[in-house]
């Protein structure tokens, strides 16, 4: 991160922004520690790399390395398309056409933001974009698919789930059609040598994609994981935006936590 920091001062100067909003690193730092939320004694895990990185989400404000254009606000999208506002926010992108401009260089994003949120809205640089590692190897949400044990179709259900997952002729159709990242190795290992993105002049992004997989801990994931994340990130604003101090924020993260999942133990039990 220290590099990470570096290199957005480098940008800064040459007139970028290294990324969009200082949400975007929150995955570097589950995975520059990565522990389940709650473990198996059904105990409150608070790493020492997410409360490291309350500071680096603050000097990246604090030194405006970022555009603070939240994610999945209109001024996010706008900001794949070309400069916008700067502190555009989530819905002043047409009011600020003639405040001071800024140009994002990167973002932070799963394996299917690339398909399905870059590419839409970032159609005139095509071939002007590239994939490279962040400072730890991170993952983004991930899809399940199940049968409602009430179906009356069962069968037709499984069969849906199968094709999903191991038909490799539907598999090898899904690839072609939209070079997203598959999870049947049948399948990646046929393509992942040959495989090229046009949008990322030429990258491999299979090659790419599947190296960073195989250094993720996926054992991190708990039930607990959406609600927790949005606990900690709210509250980690608020530090970002000088409201808590970082005591402040990790005693209210603990009451908050505690509130919503009751059975969970924190430190304030003790």
């Given amino acids: 991160m220290e590099n990470f920091m570096k290199a957005a001062e480098e940008l800064k100067q040459a007139g970028y922004k290294i990324v969009p909003d200082e949400g975007a690193i929150r995955w570097f730092a589950k995975g520059s520690e990565p522990k389940p939320w709650v473990n198996g004694?059904?105990?409150?895990?608070?790493?020492?790399?997410?409360?490291?990185?309350?500071?680096?989400?603050?000097?990246?404000?604090?030194?405006?390395?970022?555009?603070?254009?939240?994610?999945?606000?209109?001024?996010?999208?706008?900001?794949?398309?070309?400069?916008?506002?700067?502190?555009?926010?989530?819905?002043k992108v047409e009011e600020a056409k003639n405040s001071k401009k800024v140009e994002v260089f990167g973002y932070v994003m799963p394996t299917w933001g690339l398909h399905y949120v870059i590419k839409p809205?970032?159609?005139?640089?095509?071939?002007?974009?590239?994939?490279?590692?962040?400072?730890s190897p991170y993952f983004w949400g991930g899809t399940w698919v199940g049968i409602y044990s009430g179906s009356q179709n069962k069968g037709a259900a499984w069969e849906f789930v199968k094709m999903m997952t191991h038909d490799q002729e539907f598999l090898n159709w899904w690839y072609n059609?939209?070079?997203?990242?598959?999870s049947y190795k049948p399948v990646t290992d046929k393509v992942k040598d040959t495989a090229k993105d046009d949008f990322l002049k030429g990258q491999n992004h299979y090659e790419f994609f599947l190296k960073e997989a195989e250094k993720i801990?996926?054992?991190i994931v708990t039930k607990y994981d959406q609600g927790i994340d949005q606990i900690w990130g709210s509250l980690v604003s608020?530090?970002?935006?000088?409201?808590?101090?970082?005591?402040?924020v990790i005693n209210e993260f603990y009451?908050?936590?505690?509130?919503a999942y009751p059975e969970i133990k924190t430190p304030l039990d003790k």
Avoid: C, H
């Fill in 238 to 248: 608020e530090y970002v935006d000088g409201k808590k101090t970082k005591d402040q």
């Fill in 177 to 182: 059609k939209t070079g997203d990242l598959l």
């Fill in 121 to 135: 809205n970032a159609k005139e640089t095509a071939g002007d974009w590239g994939l490279t590692s962040g400072p």
């Fill in 255 to 259: 009451k908050q936590v505690k509130n």
């Fill in 41 to 91: 004694k059904n105990e409150l895990q608070l790493t020492q790399a997410q409360i490291d990185f309350m500071d680096y989400q603050k000097q990246l404000r604090d030194k405006e390395y970022s555009a603070m254009a939240p994610e999945w606000s209109p001024a996010w999208f706008a900001s794949m398309g070309g400069p916008i506002p700067f502190n555009a926010g989530w819905d």
């Fill in 217 to 219: 801990t996926p054992e």
